[in-house]
């Protein structure tokens, strides 16, 4: 980070740095140009690799965060900065206002989520309520009895066996562990691991949870997922 300089006898504090990541450009320039305005020095990335890739390689205070990004989403770049170790405080700006897109981002490890249309006056106060508190480090390690789940390093393992899970199946069971103790529905689990609408008749969802069971449950004396019929499934230790 900058230092702060000596100027006319005395000291000015370092300007803060901003990333924004938002591939609309018009948006983009609003963002930078307001930003400037306000004393924030501001580099801007119009795709989600560009932007992870600053994100990864460059010191920044804050990252102001599209989700609609092209090729790699805002999810994947929150998720994949947080696994590679960068603490740097993400906000969410984007359109996306439905409740379990909200969650879905704080759980992914942003540290607030602003919605499109947005004043400009609350994105700076929410900014700077970030910015006070500091980088908050966020916990990439989920545990359930002798169930483990390492966000940061993509490891899974139970009662100390590495269990070897696809892509689709750590985030199934990240998000099950996540929300350990709650009844996750179908159509939940759809739209939070493969981003669809849930349709009643497709058999997406059983044929992962059927896999992943295969794996986390079979091999191991005490089954830790649960179906509730017709509701959904669970991920708890009982009795």
Known sequence: MPR????????????????????ERKTATYLKRGLEENDFVVDVAETGEDGSHLAETQPYDLIILDVQLPGRDGWNVVT??????????????TARDAVRDRVKGLELGADDYLVKPFAFSELLARMRSILRRGPVRHSTL????????????????????????????????????QRSGEVLS????????????????????????????????????????????????VLEKRA
């Open 4 to 23: 702060a300089q000596l100027r006319c006898g005395r000291f000015v504090p370092p300007l803060m740095k901003v990333l924004v990541v938002e591939d």
């Open 186 to 233: 179908r159509t939940l689990i759809a739209e939070q691991v493969w981003d669809i609408n849930f349709e009643s008749d497709s058999n997406l969802v059983e044929v992962h949870m059927r896999r992943l069971r295969s794996k986390v449950d079979d091999p191991f004396e005490r089954k830790l997922i649960h179906t509730v019929r017709g509701v959904g499934y």
């Open 142 to 177: 989920l545990r359930l009895d002798d169930l483990e789940v390492d966000l940061g390093r993509h490891r899974a393992q139970r009662a100390g066996r590495v269990l070897d899970l696809t892509p689709k199946e750590f985030q199934l069971l990240s998000l099950l562990l």
């Open 80 to 93: 994949e900065i947080r696994r590679r170790g960068v603490e740097t405080p993400v906000l969410f700006l």
